[in-house]
């Protein structure tokens, strides 16, 4: 599903404009940036948890040359799915 489709369905679901459901998705989106940026933490209950962690720096491979490089450390963001969105995928 890509933003547009997703945009669409929320339209559809909650009954208002896509217009609408544009700017409360980016607003979402944003508040869900700016409290990972904050507190490396979001937890939505009955759908999952966002975290923040450290990668650690190591040492990779060119897939083409097969010579060894450097990765450096980075944050990445990790989601752990809820117990009722678990149960509802399967």
Known sequence: MTKG????????????????????????IQVVTDALKKDGRLAMAGFGTFVVTERKAREGRNPQTGKPIKIPATKVVKFKPGKQLKDSVK
């Open 5 to 28: 489709e997703l945009i669409a369905q929320v339209a559809g679901e909650a009954q208002i404009k896509k217009v609408e459901a544009e700017k409360a998705l980016n607003a979402m």
